[in-house]
């Protein structure tokens, strides 16, 4: 089979400068999406039409250029047209199937189902009932029940728009009759385009039988020509999602309110507030918690780790029975051991902090190696920037660090060590001992606060 993907017209009624195939749709490109399904189908060969806003659409999609035939139609003159573009490029396998850009959500199954009906020399429509059909082209039947033709909304007349069974613009062609056929095609109409859909009117002429086939889900079918309607596939992508990892066992509080743009794994017993959003590649372990309004994007959490609400997680690697937040930020290269306690207002990069650790409080850890056991006091930071380059930090087991610490790297402060609250510690610290830098404090007798002029 063939399989030829539609998508380059602009989208004007997206209003954007971004092409409509590269609107996101749960964090990628439109287009990303019906090639990945494209993809399960195993076909012979997959071409993309693409046009409006050419190089922005390759540059986009360059992680799955390969084994797709690129076609650019340089002027959107319908889909007709576009499918007309992609013909020097089909293998003279039996069924040609056209997908559009803009229709998103299809299955696997359905396209299957759809493609079987048009193995044996028909041509097989995807329609859908729908109570609400209007935009959508309408299937014109004969009263015996046979497909004579689409029309378009707008070349529609009253009687004709009344019809509620609508064409998805997914179609499976004989692969042999399309050259014949896109050749009789015509630009006579409200929009001056050659329609893809009048291949039906002209397979009827041929007696070529056109059948239709039912999508298992009406959603399957929604179209995207708007961002009203961008929202309304992306609210259900969303619900298919929710609903596939409840069934799996995970708790979601409010399956309305969250958001995976990626993969998400789950062991057993995970639970997941509301607004929560999810990116590239999650995994939750079992027991896992994440409390509301948190992000996390491509992190691993261990077994048993409580996130609190607010916390914002990247590139990190989190142990088992951590816990973290609320209002914590790990990124890029945070690694935490297990039992690890991360708390409010704690940023950490680029460090690994190990077992039974804990920096509960409004501090900064960058660039570091800390211990076993160490307890990080509230308001800590490591000064791992001097302006021009990063330096390491490093805290070793069973160390104890009083609050308001600056830590100035590069330096250690040895196994056990102890530093008094306040200190700014430019040189490594002895271990087992106390260390502190810190002004000894006075007290001036007899000192009266000075007051404001004019007041006797
Ligand atoms: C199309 C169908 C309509 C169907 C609806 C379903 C036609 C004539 N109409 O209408 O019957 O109900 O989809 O969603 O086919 N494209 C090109 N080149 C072009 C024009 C369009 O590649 O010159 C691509 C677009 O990028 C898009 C798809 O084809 O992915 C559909 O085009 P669009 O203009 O959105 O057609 P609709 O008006 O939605
Ligand atoms: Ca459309």
Redesign the pocket.
């Given at each position: 089979m063939n399989v030829v993907v539609?998508?380059?017209?602009r989208g004007t009624r997206m209003r954007s400068e971004l092409p409509?195939?590269l609107q996101p749709l749960a964090g990628r490109p439109m287009l990303a999406h019906v090639l990945v399904t494209a993809r399960l189908l195993a076909p012979q060969r997959i071409c993309v039409?693409y046009?409006y806003g050419g190089e922005q659409v390759l540059a986009a999609m360059s992680m799955a250029l390969d084994g797709v035939t690129w076609v650019e139609?340089a002027q959107?003159?319908?889909?007709g047209?576009?499918l007309m573009q992609a013909m020097p490029h089909l293998n003279n396998a039996p069924v040609t199937l056209v997908l559009?850009?803009?229709?998103p959500l299809v299955q696997v199954d359905t396209l299957r189902a759809l493609v079987e009906q048009a193995a044996r020399g028909k041509l097989a429509v995807l329609t859908v009932d729908m109570a609400q059909p209007a935009g959508?082209?309408r299937i014109v039947r004969a009263p015996s029940g046979v497909i004579v033709r689409?029309v378009?909304e707008r070349d529609a007349d009253a009687v004709t728009r009344e019809i509620v069974e609508?064409?998805?613009?997914i179609m499976a062609l004989p692969t042999n009759k399309l050259a014949d056929w896109l050749s009789r095609l015509n630009n006579d109409n409200q929009q001056n385009e050659y329609?893809?859909?009048d291949v039906v009117a002209l397979a009827a002429e041929d007696g070529v039988v056109a059948v239709a086939s039912q999508p298992t889900h009406e959603w399957e079918v929604m179209?995207v020509?708007d961002k009203v309607q961008l929202a309304a596939v992306e609210r259900q992508l969303q619900w298919n999602c929710a609903e596939r990892l409840m069934l799996q066992g995970v708790t979601i509080l409010d399956p309305t309110r969250i958001d995976v743009r990626g993969n998400l794994q789950c062991g057993r017993d995970v639970s997941i507030d509301v607004g929560c959003v999810f990116s590239g590649e999650v995994v939750l372990g079992d027991d896992v918690s994440v409390g509301a309004c948190c992000v996390l994007r491509d992190v691993v959490i261990g077994a048993g780790t409580r996130i609190a609400p607010f916390s914002h997680l990247e590139h990190s690697q989190v142990g088992a029975n951590n816990h973290i937040g609320p209002y914590a930020r790990l990124r890029p290269g945070a690694e935490l051991g297990n039992s690890v306690h991360i708390g409010n207002f704690v940023e950490i990069k680029n460090s690994r902090v190990d077992d039974g650790s804990k920096i509960n409080h409004l501090s900064y850890v960058g660039d570091s190696m800390v211990g076993k056991r160490v307890n990080i006091g509230a308001g800590t930071i490591t000064c791992n920037y001097d302006g021009a380059n990063k330096h390491r930090t490093v805290i070793e087991d069973d160390v104890f660090v009083g609050s308001g610490t600056e830590l100035v790297a590069p330096v250690t402060v040895g196994t056990g060590a102890t530093v008094g609250a306040g200190s700014t510690i430019t040189r490594d610290t002895p271990a087992g001992e106390l260390t502190l830098s810190r002004v000894r404090q006075v007290t001036i007798s007899g000192w009266k606060r000075p007051v404001k002029k004019g007041i006797e």
């Amino acid at each position: 089979m063939n399989v030829v993907v539609l998508a380059a017209g602009r989208g004007t009624r997206m209003r954007s400068e971004l092409p409509k195939v590269l609107q996101p749709l749960a964090g990628r490109p439109m287009l990303a999406h019906v090639l990945v399904t494209a993809r399960l189908l195993a076909p012979q060969r997959i071409c993309v039409v693409y046009g409006y806003g050419g190089e922005q659409v390759l540059a986009a999609m360059s992680m799955a250029l390969d084994g797709v035939t690129w076609v650019e139609q340089a002027q959107q003159l319908g889909t007709g047209h576009a499918l007309m573009q992609a013909m020097p490029h089909l293998n003279n396998a039996p069924v040609t199937l056209v997908l559009y850009g803009d229709v998103p959500l299809v299955q696997v199954d359905t396209l299957r189902a759809l493609v079987e009906q048009a193995a044996r020399g028909k041509l097989a429509v995807l329609t859908v009932d729908m109570a609400q059909p209007a935009g959508y082209g309408r299937i014109v039947r004969a009263p015996s029940g046979v497909i004579v033709r689409i029309v378009e909304e707008r070349d529609a007349d009253a009687v004709t728009r009344e019809i509620v069974e609508v064409n998805t613009g997914i179609m499976a062609l004989p692969t042999n009759k399309l050259a014949d056929w896109l050749s009789r095609l015509n630009n006579d109409n409200q929009q001056n385009e050659y329609y893809l859909t009048d291949v039906v009117a002209l397979a009827a002429e041929d007696g070529v039988v056109a059948v239709a086939s039912q999508p298992t889900h009406e959603w399957e079918v929604m179209g995207v020509n708007d961002k009203v309607q961008l929202a309304a596939v992306e609210r259900q992508l969303q619900w298919n999602c929710a609903e596939r990892l409840m069934l799996q066992g995970v708790t979601i509080l409010d399956p309305t309110r969250i958001d995976v743009r990626g993969n998400l794994q789950c062991g057993r017993d995970v639970s997941i507030d509301v607004g929560c959003v999810f990116s590239g590649e999650v995994v939750l372990g079992d027991d896992v918690s994440v409390g509301a309004c948190c992000v996390l994007r491509d992190v691993v959490i261990g077994a048993g780790t409580r996130i609190a609400p607010f916390s914002h997680l990247e590139h990190s690697q989190v142990g088992a029975n951590n816990h973290i937040g609320p209002y914590a930020r790990l990124r890029p290269g945070a690694e935490l051991g297990n039992s690890v306690h991360i708390g409010n207002f704690v940023e950490i990069k680029n460090s690994r902090v190990d077992d039974g650790s804990k920096i509960n409080h409004l501090s900064y850890v960058g660039d570091s190696m800390v211990g076993k056991r160490v307890n990080i006091g509230a308001g800590t930071i490591t000064c791992n920037y001097d302006g021009a380059n990063k330096h390491r930090t490093v805290i070793e087991d069973d160390v104890f660090v009083g609050s308001g610490t600056e830590l100035v790297a590069p330096v250690t402060v040895g196994t056990g060590a102890t530093v008094g609250a306040g200190s700014t510690i430019t040189r490594d610290t002895p271990a087992g001992e106390l260390t502190l830098s810190r002004v000894r404090q006075v007290t001036i007798s007899g000192w009266k606060r000075p007051v404001k002029k004019g007041i006797e």
